[in-house]
């Protein structure tokens, strides 16, 4: 199986848990992201995906993070004061409810898929705990079904 057979199945897989369609992927190059350090994007045309990217846990997590997006956009969460990665400084970025909620089912995924309990060392203290409350209430809404 290739990268995008890989990433294919494990978006299929995580869209089913999420009960919605699984989007398309496809592989760009870095420039078509937002940042350089992107990995991947939910766009109206499906999730986009650094075409420089081997098949690692980052890249699992990237995907299931978007698909959290795209979860969260059929779902009608409110967007209007979303702001994207280049609009604000990191941290901001990172503590929008949005992203916490997309970034601790990322975190329940990789732990479920794979056994890894991704530590955002790389975030405040304070956003890391915003995210391993909210990835506690996923891992009970999952459950119970």
């Known amino acids: ?9 494990f978006a299929r897989e995580v869209s089913a848990i999420l009960k919605i369609a699984a989007p398309a992927i496809r592989f760009v190059p ?5 940042t350089s350090t992107q990995i991947a994007a939910l766009t109206p045309d499906g999730i986009l995906i650094r075409n420089d990217i081997g098949v ?10 978007e698909l959290r997006h795209a979860y969260q956009l059929e779902n009608d969460r409110s967007l209007h004061d979303y702001r994207t990665s280049d609009q604000l400084d990191i941290d901001e970025y990172n503590a929008q409810p949005l992203e916490v909620d997309a970034n601790a ?6 732990a479920e898929f ?4 991704p530590q955002f060392l790389n975030m405040p203290e304070s956003i890391r705990q915003l995210i391993y409350v909210r990835k506690r209430q996923i891992q009970k ?3 119970d079904g």
């Open 1 to 9: 199986m290739d990268k995008r057979q890989i990433c294919i199945k």
């Open 30 to 34: 870095v420039k078509q992201l937002r």
């Open 56 to 65: 690692t846990p980052e890249l699992f997590f990237a995907i299931a993070h």
């Open 105 to 110: 089912f990322a975190a329940v995924v990789m």
């Open 114 to 117: 794979f056994g890894i309990s």
């Open 141 to 143: 809404e999952l459950k």
